[in-house]
Structures are given as structure tokens and as C-alpha cells.
């Protein structure tokens, strides 16, 4: 059986949705479920400071260098401080992640800008939705962190998902965005 995918879209830079994708993973991890949080935002690479340590080969990689690696070769733990006080799995903010009964994982882009290049081709969103569809068999839930929908990674990663949200601040600026994204 496959995992429910869930296509998180900011409506606008800034709105929260790799923390707002970071947490929902946790919060699944911390309910027994192993939960992969792909990064479709290739510009921002935010979910890249999630990560401790030392990101070697990464989703970009993935898409258009590595074709035939595997998606755990991506895959990392959210670091509990994440780089950030008191974000996914670290309830005291003291960067110590407690044990989980499940997983959160990142699978973050982190790349040069000729390999970002590369891996916003329309051949390699064709690749992109095939490494969702296959989180989708490793994990129980698959978090698809995408920036405002105009690019094609981003457009994969909403194809791809079962579920779509959209993340806005709650402000004029926002709800605007919302409109334009709908």
C-alpha cells in the first residue's frame, strides 16, 4: 500500500512551509509513523537546514546525475534543533532529539546553482514525480515541501501528491497570494 502524499504550497516566499512540513513530520514520527519530507522548493533549499551535518548526495543529485541510486542515498534525519531553537522533535528547544517511536527524515536539495539549473528541466519533473511515487513506498507519509507553484519541480511535486495545502501568512500580503495561487 502506498503512503498518503501531501503537497505543501506556499503562496508566497516566507510563508512557513518547510517548518510548517518539518513539524508535520515530527508530529508523525512521534505517532509511530515513518514520514519522508521531500524538498520541491529547489531555489530556497530550506529544508536543507533541517539536516545536521554534512549533506552529500541530495535530491537534485537524485534527478539528474545519481538516476539509478537509490532514494535512501538522500534520505536524513530532521535534525532535532534543525538549526533552528525548538523546531521538530526538540520540545525543549535544547537541540536533543528524544526517541521516537517513528522516523522523520529529509530528503533536502542541496546543490550548486548548474545542478539546480539542471534540475528544474521538464525531464527531470518527470523524475522528480517518480522519486515522490517511490518515498511513497518506503515511508507512511510523504511531506512534498513546494515553493509557489511556476516551477516545474513544483508543479511535479503538487502532480505527484494525493493532497494538496496551500500555506499563506495571515496578513493582506497573503491572502493575496492565496488568490493568485488558486
Request: charged share 20%.
Amino acid at each position: 500500500m502506498q503512503a498518503t502524499t501531501l503537497a505543501l504550497v506556499g503562496a508566497t516566499g516566507g510563508a512557513g512551509t518547510t517548518r510548517t512540513a518539518v513539524e508535520l513530520a515530527a508530529l508523525g514520527a512521534r505517532d509511530g509513523r515513518d514520514v519522508a519530507v521531500v524538498d520541491a522548493a529547489f531555489t530556497t533549499q530550506g529544508l536543507s537546514e533541517y539536516v545536521s551535518g554534512r549533506i552529500g548526495t541530495d535530491l537534485t543529485t537524485l534527478i539528474t546525475d545519481e538516476t539509478g541510486a537509490s532514494l535512501s542515498a538522500a534520505a536524513y534525519p530532521i535534525a532535532a534543533g534543525g538549526g533552528h531553537t525548538g523546531t521538530a522533535g526538540d520540545a525543549g528547544g535544547d537541540g536533543d532529539a528524544p526517541d521516537l517511536p517513528g522516523r522523520a527524515d529529509a530528503i533536502p536539495a542541496r546543490a550548486p546553482f548548474e545542478r539546480v539549473a539542471r534540475a528544474k528541466t521538464a525531464e527531470a519533473a518527470r523524475k522528480l514525480e517518480r522519486r515522490i511515487d517511490e518515498a511513497a513506498t518506503s515511508y507512511d507519509a510523504v511531506i512534498v515541501d513546494a515553493a509557489p507553484v511556476g516551477s516545474n519541480e513544483a508543479v511535479a511535486g503538487v502532480t505527484a501528491a494525493d493532497r494538496v495545502a496551500a500555506v499563506f501568512p495571515a496578513t493582506t500580503h497573503g491572502r493575496d497570494a492565496l488568490q493568485r495561487l488558486r
